[in-house]
């Protein structure tokens, strides 16, 4: 079978994503691991002209630089359509010369371009412990794989 | 509630890239924050985007077959690359818009702090390799219903009344069962004589083959025709005379010959290739078997139209030769029939013989094509080459 991928960005207008990237991952409390929606995560900062940033997240400070990517990533959006808008399941069977074609639903996947990444900001060193707590709202810890922070529990500012 | 959760506007990706100096941005998650399988993360180089934004790419495959992506010339294998790392993935502002948010940003104004969203964790992303065009199948496909005498009289018989039959392919039928880029089909249904009969792609049975050609040769003969500027208007209407249909009789010139000029206007001029006839007669003697050297020669010899002069090495890729006591044999072992994968293909050579000399081995392996790797690498990848002397021919046995 074959799946067309579809572009309506245009001549070169694809939209931007970002991509941060750090080390490990970020683990919201217990109590909020299945209400991560909206949920604040920490502060991006760029200090100074160059392009260094901090990623503040709980009680740890990664530092990390915005680097260009050396290929570009597209966003593609998979989605299933049924086979000519037909309802699901009928009259299919004769358009499909084939017959292995195996797809159950008969449904084909449509691929589409909706968005490229050029740029990410990427924290490679481990988190820095901040001394005192955060002003900001701190909602979360950094796991590394190092025993850095293990414990690391969860505040309200 | 109101501390942990975003309270601001959303600014997305385009704020994170463009963070002013001595500025700072809230990052929380998305209010449709999820896994969004859905959504994929596909690297690729630069000079690719252009087929992209045209859509000009595909993926193509069975399910059960691993996707390629394909330009128009090109193949690409899709592998994914994980990260342990975490990947946030932040949509611009105007994508994946919650619309509690446009109400957020009428009522109440731009003094609230910007947050920009993560949508999704990337556990990783796509990326493509280069590689071979997989071809192998569209031979198998194309021999489950060679064309043949049968059909063509049948064709006759009832002509108009459409045929339901197996193995008969079109183009959409082959792009969507052959993980190779348009052109690299197209090239290789050249190569394997492909026609396109009635809108379905078709390879000539051999025997309607030998019809084929030895009608073009007797009327040749017989009209005092030089194989050197043969006419395609001459051709096709003696061979359409003979009960081929015209498209077959145009063919069967490109089969067995090159033109030589392209007629504006006018008819084309064709000549044979001599090599290409010669091999066809050289196939055809060896389909009962192996033979002796000195017997195949004489008949191949006798076979072949006046005029040509069959050469032993016009046979190079078709044909091996053993020597068992002091007779030499020959039996048929052509290139075109062995698969296309380096692996495959190894492993067949050496299962027709453990050991072989530079010499034959390389009318064997020359076609094979693997993006990045030269054809030194893949002898040294699959083979192990033994000189027991300076001047002494290398030996290739199986790795």
Redesign the interface.
Known sequence: MQIKVKCSCGQGNCPEWAILELQGVVEAQPSFQDRLRNLHIGLLCRASSQESYTFTVGYHELTGTKVPLKKPILVLKKTRVSDGDAVEGEGEEEKDSGGDIASPSNSRVQLAVIGIIRHKILFKTRPKALISGPQTVAMGKISTPSSLAPNCGYTFA | ME?????GREGG??V??S????????????????PH??????????KL?PD????R????????ED?V?CTSSKTYAVKFVGT?????????S??FAPRENVQDCDEKDSGKMMV?S?LK??PG?MELVEVAPRLDKLKLLLSENPYSFYEASQIEDSEGTEKIDFGLYRWE?L???IQASDSELRSELEALFAVEVNGFWRILDKDYKDGLLNMLLHNSVLNDWSFDALSEDDVVAVLVADGFPCNIARHCLQIYGHRVDGGIGGSCTWRLDETRVCVHFARRILRGGKMRLENFMEEWMKKVPEGMHPRFDMLEGEVLTEKLAIETWIHAFSVSSLPSTPAERFSILFQERPKWEWKDLDPYVRDLKVPGLSSESLLLKYTRRTQPTLDAEPIFTAR
Do not use: C, W
């Not at chain 2, 500025?23 to 449709?32: D, G, K, Q, T, V």
């Not at chain 2, 790419?57 to 059960?64: F, I």
């Open positions: 501390l942990k959760n975003r309270n990706a385009e994170v890239l963070l002013q100096p001595h500025s700072s941005i809230s990052i929380a998650y998305h209010p449709l924050f999820g399988d859905d959504l994929v993360l596909l690297e690729l180089d630069e985007i992209i934004l045209q859509e790419v595909t993926l193509r495959g069975q399910p059960n996707a992506l342990s790392n975490s990947l946030f993935l932040m949509p611009p105007d994508q920009a993560v964790v990337a992303n039928d792009v969507d069962r």
